[in-house]
């Protein structure tokens, strides 16, 4: 079992940037997957970026490319995602999810969840 808290969250202007971090629990979070995901109100869950394992690939909604970075750091089973220039369609509640096989774009890939952060971008 793993459990996932995601920190980080709050309000920023337009252009600002936040870095999110999930803590997880477990001693075999270094060898699982993370991805980060975001719910806006009234739209469904999407995928925002992923990691490995081992760091060697990233995965990343295109919107996203260039302006969000996923890491980790498995010796602090800890997942980022530092997010520069952002906008208000930013705006939503981040997800951590762990764990899992098959794609990294969908949810269904993802055994473990945090509560999520709420990201409120103003313009």
């Known amino acids: 079992q793993v459990q996932l808290v995601e920190s980080g969250g709050g309000l920023v202007q337009a252009g600002g940037s936040l870095r999110l971090s999930c803590a997880a629990s477990?001693?075999?979070?270094?060898?699982?997957?993370c991805g980060w995901f975001r719910q806006a109100p009234g739209k469904e869950r999407e995928f925002i970026a992923a990691?490995?394992?081992?760091?060697?690939?990233?995965y990343y909604k295109d919107p996203v490319k260039g302006r969000f970075t996923i890491s980790r750091n498995n010796a602090k089973n800890t997942v980022y995602l530092q997010m520069n220039s952002l906008k208000p369609e930013d705006t939503a509640v981040y997800y951590c999810?762990?764990?899992?096989?098959?794609?990294?774009?969908?949810?269904?890939?993802?055994?473990?969840w945090g509560q999520g952060t709420q990201v409120t971008v103003s313009s």
């Open positions: 990691i490995s394992w081992n760091s060697i690939s990233t």
């Open positions: 999810a762990a764990a899992g096989s098959g794609s990294y774009y969908s949810a269904l890939g993802y055994d473990y």
């Open positions: 477990g001693r075999t979070f270094s060898s699982y997957r």
